[in-house]
Nanobody
Framework: QVQLVESGGGLVQPGGSLRLSCAASRIFFSIYDMAWYRQTPGKERERVATITHTQHTNYAHAVKGRFTISRDNAKSTLYLQMNSLKPEDTAVYYC?????????????WGQGTQVTVSS
């Protein structure tokens, strides 16, 4: 059974930093396109950042220049470095792994990790 386990969330003051990790198991990690999403109560889950299996990255406008997504294929781990955090970054952050071909349609999610930005 595929597992994506997020860690690194917590309480941080505005302007602070956090580094989220997502450890993947039981998937061939290097071929998956990976992403971080976040969700607050009453709102739809929104995509924060993506990194393809070819290392191409993309960011939501709200986090561009402050967040950095990266991956370590040798460790099957996805990261999100979050700097200059703002109260509006408060959310549950989820890791996502996708691999789609004509024969495969994989879409896996982690359980989420809470990030709270508050003074």
């Amino acid at each position: 059974q595929v597992q994506l386990v997020e860690s690194g969330g917590g309480l941080v003051q505005p302007g602070g930093s956090l580094r989220l990790s997502c450890a993947a198991s039981r998937i061939f990690f290097s071929i998956y396109d990976m992403a971080w999403y976040r969700q607050t109560p009453g709102k739809e889950r929104e995509r924060v950042a993506t990194i393809t299996h070819t290392q191409h990255t993309n960011y939501a406008h709200a986090v561009k220049g402050r967040f950095t997504i990266s991956r370590d294929n040798a460790k099957s781990t996805l990261y999100l470095q979050m700097n200059s955090l703002k109260p509006e970054d408060t959310a549950v952050y989820y890791c996502n792994a996708q691999h789609r071909t004509s024969a495969v349609n994989d879409d896996f999610w982690g359980q989420g990790t809470q990030v709270t930005v508050s003074s």
